[in-house]
């Protein structure tokens, strides 16, 4: 196993947070089942406690257990076109899993799974999902390259992945928890609903 994604699982693994390239912009995050560095993870980014947070999954499968279910349509006309890639897609969560705090309070959870090995890897290693917004302080501009990351940022991880975002652009978010489906922010995919 590569040395860089031995590292990030041991330190997620044991109650990390890392910050990583992805294929749109650099996240920073951590597992979905830990309770207090999710806490520490808001808290550095001055996120609001209400705003849920972005899901990286590895596939279609992990996903899956996050979701309560999953449409066949979201599944063939979303899914099998756009991941990995672009594409939050928000549907019911599978409240039995997935932490309040992640959800912002709200019974929907947004998931992507990016087009990026090195995140995808990390991710499978782990073996649950890790939560991904991007690395920068609520409110403050996306980073896409590792030297558009803020300084006091990179101080209060326990790691920082370099690599390249080729996209350089945010995630398209499509909210498909009812119908008709609705695109809450255009990004780096164009979608025709």
């Known amino acids: ?5 031995e590292k990030a699982v041991e330190v997620l693994n044991k109650g990390g947070i890392i910050i990583f390239p992805t294929d749109t912009a650099f996240g920073i995050g951590c597992r979905i089942d830990k309770k207090e560095t999710i806490e520490r993870l808001f808290s550095i980014r001055n996120r609001p406690l209400s705003l849920p947070a972005p899901v990286l999954v590895s596939g279609k499968e992990m996903a899956k257990k996050y979701w309560l279910h999953l449409p066949k349509e979201v599944e063939k006309k979303l899914i099998e076109k756009c991941w990995p890639g ?3 897609i928000i549907l019911p969560a599978n409240l039995s ?18 087009d990026n090995e090195l995140i995808l890897d990390i991710i499978r290693k782990t073996g649950v999902p890790i939560l991904g917004p991007s690395a920068n302080l609520h409110d403050e501009q ?3 390259s590792i ?6 940022l990179i101080q209060k991880v326990e790691l920082v992945l370099d690599g390249i975002c080729a996209l350089k652009n945010a995630s ?3 909210d498909c ?5 609705k695109i809450l922010r255009h ?4 979608i025709n609903i």
């Open 187 to 190: 990004g780096a995919i164009n």
């Open 97 to 114: 899993v997935v932490p309040s705090l992640v959800r912002g309070g709200q019974e929907n959870l947004g998931i992507r799974m990016p």
């Open 86 to 88: 672009a594409l939050t």
């Open 147 to 152: 030297k558009d990351l803020d300084k006091n």
């Open 1 to 5: 196993m590569n040395k860089k994604i």
């Open 172 to 174: 398209t978010v499509i």
């Open 177 to 181: 928890s009812k119908k008709p489906w």
């Open 142 to 144: 996306t980073p896409y």
